[in-house]
C-alpha cells in the first residue's frame, strides 16, 4: 500500500504542474521526496492521509478558493447547486429525540403517500429511530436513498392511536434556489435567490412569471448571503434583464483564454425597475449579476460591499470519487472591472476581512470605504463612478442593523432554543392555530407572540445555561453575526469556518457599557424570528420571508425608493 503513493499523487497532480509551469526538476525533486517517505519512514504510513494533506496544502498556496474536497464531502457540497438529491420529501427536527416531520415537500413521495406535518417517525425500515439519541446525519442516511427504492416508515400522529405505517418509494427531491417569491404591493414583487444552481435560471424565470400575471412592474431581487454558485446560472438570469448582444462577463486566466458572455435573446424582464440587494455575504456569482446590472445601469444596487470573490474555479474529479476546485481564471464585469480582493496578506488575514472591515467601520459608515483612482470605472450607459478591486460597491449604503444583535440571541440562536420553543410551540397548538388563522395574510396581519411563548424561550434559555444578563465585547453585535452566519459558507468554500470562529472568539474585550438586560435588547428580533418561524411550519418558506423580511433594512429602502416618484431615476440619470 506505501508504495502507491509516489504514483497516486503524480498521477493527480502532475497535470497541474505541468499547466503552472513547474520545471521538471521541481517535479522531480517532490517524487523523490515522497518516495524515500513511501519507502524509508520508521512508521507504517496512512497513504490517503498523507496525499490529501499534501492536496490541502499545495492548494492553500495558491489562493483562497482552490480547494480540495473529499470523497465523503463530494456529494454534500455538490447538492445545493446540483438542485436535487434522491430520498423522501421531509423537512425534519429532531425534538425531544423523537423525529418530527416539520413540512413534507409539495409533490414529493412523503407527501403523496399522506404524512403529515406534525407527525412523529418512530421506525424507518423497522428500526427505532425515536428515544435512541439518533444524530440528524443517520436520519438522513436512512431516509435517503436511489430513486425507486423503497422506505417504511411508522409514524404516531397526534388523536390516532399505535402507529401509522406508510411505504414511500424514493424519488428526485428538489432543492430550491428561490426562498421566497412575493408581492410587497400591487406594483413592486420580490425574489430572493439562496444560491445560483442547476436549476435556479428555471426556478427565477417561474417566480419572475408568477409575479408578472399579478402584475408587477418593478422588481427587488435579494442576492444577500447568497455565496454564489454557477457561473453559467448568473450568466443566464442577466441575460433576462439585459438587451441581446450586451456583454455580461469575461473570464482571463493564464492558461485559459479570454471568455465572453454576452445576452444572447431577449430577456423577460427588460424594461422594468430593478433593485437589487446585496451585502458582505453576497459572493461570485452574485457578484456577476449584480455587477452586470450596475455597469449596463439596468439596476440600483442597495446595501453593503459583496464579499469579493472574482476567481474562477473548475471542478476536476479525482481517481478515488474526491475532488479539486482549482482556480482557473478571474472574471470581469462588462466595465473591465475586477471583483477579487487581495489576499496577498496571507490566508488568515484574507479569512478575516470581514472583521477587518467592521473594525475600520466599513460595515456601519459609508464614508469609511476609500478607493484609488485607480480603481474608478465609469458605467457603460450613463458613465457613473463605480469601482473594482475588492466587491461590488452598492449605490445606496445600508448599514449593519447591530442594535439588537446580543450574545444572549447569539446564543439561543447557536444552541437551536428558537427553534426548540417555536417547534413545540406549533405541536401543541397546530390545529388552534390553523382554525384560527385559516389564511396566511391573516396571520401576518393578526397574530402576535405573546408573553406566555416568550417565557418558554426564557425557561428553555436557563435549562441551556444561557444568561439573560451578559457582557458584551465591543464588537459582540457584529461577531455574534459572522459567527452565526460562517456556517453558511462551509459548502461554498468562501471562508475557513473553523479558523474564522477561533479568531472571533480569540478577540474578545470586555466591554464595560454591556447591555443589562440583553433579553429586553433582542426580544423584538426574537419575537419576529417566532412569529417567521411558526409561519413556516404552518405555511412554508416563502411565509417565513413575508415575516422575517420585515426587518430587513435594504428592503425597505428600495421599497421607499419605488414608492417615491422620481427617486429611482434620480439615481439612474
Not at 292 to 319: E, H, M, N, S, Y
Request: aromatic share 8%.
Amino acid at each position: 500500500m506505501k508504495k502507491t503513493v509516489p504514483f497516486l499523487f503524480f498521477l493527480i497532480f502532475t497535470p497541474v504542474l505541468i499547466a503552472q509551469g513547474f520545471s521538471s526538476l521541481q517535479q522531480r525533486k517532490l517524487a523523490n521526496a515522497l518516495t524515500a517517505i513511501s519507502n524509508l519512514y520508521v512508521d507504517s504510513i496512512n497513504d490517503k492521509k498523507l496525499v490529501e494533506s499534501t492536496i490541502q496544502s499545495v492548494l492553500k498556496e495558491l489562493d483562497p478558493h482552490s480547494s480540495y474536497i473529499s470523497k465523503e464531502e463530494v456529494d454534500r457540497v455538490n447538492e445545493p447547486l446540483e438542485g436535487s438529491f434522491e430520498g423522501v420529501g421531509i423537512q425534519f427536527q429532531m425534538f425531544q429525540d423523537s423525529l418530527l416531520v416539520v413540512q413534507t415537500v409539495a409533490g414529493c413521495p412523503a407527501e403523496k403517500v399522506g404524512v403529515l406535518p406534525g407527525d412523529r417517525i418512530i421506525y424507518i425500515n423497522n428500526e427505532l429511530v425515536a428515544g435512541v439519541k439518533m444524530e440528524s446525519s443517520g436520519i438522513f442516511k436512512r431516509l435517503r436513498g436511489p430513486k425507486g427504492t423503497e422506505v417504511t416508515v411508522k409514524i404516531r400522529r397526534a388523536g390516532k392511536a399505535g402507529l401509522l405505517e406508510f411505504k414511500i418509494i424514493r424519488d428526485k427531491i428538489p432543492i430550491h434556489s428561490v426562498d421566497a417569491n412575493y408581492m410587497i404591493n400591487k406594483e413592486i414583487g420580490y425574489i430572493k435567490i439562496n444560491n445560483f444552481g442547476s436549476a435556479t435560471v428555471k426556478e427565477f424565470e417561474d417566480a419572475l412569471a408568477n409575479l408578472q400575471q399579478k402584475g408587477m412592474k418593478s422588481l427587488i431581487l435579494s442576492l444577500q448571503g447568497n455565496g454564489g454558485g454557477y457561473l453559467n446560472a448568473a450568466i443566464e438570469m442577466a441575460d433576462e434583464f439585459l438587451q441581446k448582444n450586451s456583454l455580461i462577463v469575461y473570464t482571463q486566466g493564464l492558461n485559459q483564454p479570454k471568455t465572453i458572455a454576452e445576452a444572447t435573446a431577449v430577456g423577460n424582464f427588460e424594461q422594468g425597475k430593478v433593485i437589487v440587494l446585496v451585502d458582505e455575504y453576497s459572493a461570485s456569482a452574485s457578484e456577476i449579476l449584480s455587477g452586470a446590472l450596475q455597469d449596463w445601469d439596468r439596476a440600483i444596487i442597495i446595501g453593503r460591499r459583496t464579499f469579493g470573490k472574482g476567481l474562477v474555479q473548475r471542478q476536476f474529479p479525482l481517481i478515488d470519487g474526491s475532488m479539486m476546485r482549482l482556480t482557473v481564471a478571474r472574471y470581469y464585469t462588462p466595465t473591465g472591472r475586477s471583483i477579487q480582493k487581495s489576499y496577498k496578506g496571507g490566508y488568515e488575514k484574507y479569512e478575516m476581512d470581514l472583521l477587518d472591515r467592521f473594525n475600520k467601520g466599513e460595515l456601519l459608515h459609508a464614508d469609511s470605504i476609500h478607493f484609488p483612482d485607480s480603481l474608478r470605472y465609469q458605467t457603460l450607459s450613463l458613465k457613473r463612478t463605480v469601482y473594482g478591486g475588492g466587491g461590488i460597491m452598492p449605490d445606496i449604503f445600508v448599514p449593519l442593523d447591530t442594535t439588537r444583535y446580543t450574545n444572549f440571541h447569539r446564543n439561543i440562536i447557536a444552541k437551536g432554543v428558537v427553534n426548540k420553543v417555536s417547534v413545540q410551540y406549533i405541536d401543541k397548538n397546530r390545529t388552534e392555530l390553523k382554525k384560527k388563522y385559516p389564511t396566511f395574510e391573516k396571520f401576518k396581519k393578526e397574530y402576535e407572540v405573546d408573553d406566555a411563548l416568550l417565557k418558554q424561550l426564557i425557561s428553555a434559555a436557563e435549562k441551556e445555561k444561557i444568561k439573560i444578563n451578559g457582557s458584551d465585547s465591543v464588537n459582540d453585535a457584529t461577531r455574534n453575526q459572522l459567527l452565526a452566519i460562517s456556517d453558511k459558507f462551509k459548502n461554498d468554500h468562501l471562508v475557513d469556518n473553523e479558523l474564522l470562529k477561533k479568531l472571533l472568539n480569540s478577540e474578545k474585550k470586555p466591554n464595560k457599557n454591556a447591555e443589562p438586560n440583553e433579553f429586553e435588547k433582542s426580544k423584538p428580533l426574537i419575537k419576529l424570528q417566532l412569529k417567521a418561524l411558526l409561519a413556516r411550519d404552518l405555511w412554508d418558506e416563502n411565509a417565513y420571508y413575508q415575516i422575517i423580511d420585515a426587518d430587513n433594512e435594504s428592503l425597505k429602502k428600495a421599497v421607499e425608493i419605488l414608492q417615491t416618484p422620481g427617486a429611482y431615476e434620480k439615481i439612474l440619470k
